[in-house]
Nanobody, 126 residues
């Protein structure tokens, strides 16, 4: 079983920045993509951002557009999620995912990803 390695996260104040990273211990091919999802207490899992290797292509959830940036480390299959201007509503457990979504429009669907990290807590105090 592939294990994604996440790092980053923590406690920050509103307006601060954080960076998350996630390494995929394999070789991307085809429509491979890595994404980030988050889940706050009492809420459903929410799509945050995704990076598809072919293209490449990036995609963001509406609530983070303009504040978050997902990028790829060209030396290894790793995605970086730069989170700027954090807000209290960004507080959640952020989980990294990897898989081969069936088409561009499916990169936002958690069901399209087959490997998941354990999650990292991001807490933003107001």
């Amino acid at each position: 079983q592939v294990q994604l390695v996440e790092s980053g996260g923590g406690l920050v104040q509103a307006g601060d920045s954080l960076r998350l990273s996630c390494a995929f211990p394999g070789r991307p091919f085809g429509e491979f993509a890595m994404g980030w999802f988050r889940q706050a207490p009492g809420k459903d899992r929410e799509f945050v951002a995704a990076f598809r290797w072919r293209g490449p292509m990036t995609c963001y959830g509406d609530s983070v557009k303009g504040r978050y940036t997902i990028s790829r480390d060209n030396d290894k299959p790793t995605v970086l999620l730069q989170m700027n201007n954090l807000k209290s509503e960004d507080t959640a457990v952020y989980s990294c995912a990897a898989g081969w979504p069936a088409g561009t429009t499916r990169v936002t669907a958690s069901s399209e990803y087959i490997e998941w990290g354990q999650g990292t807590q991001v807490t933003v105090s107001s």
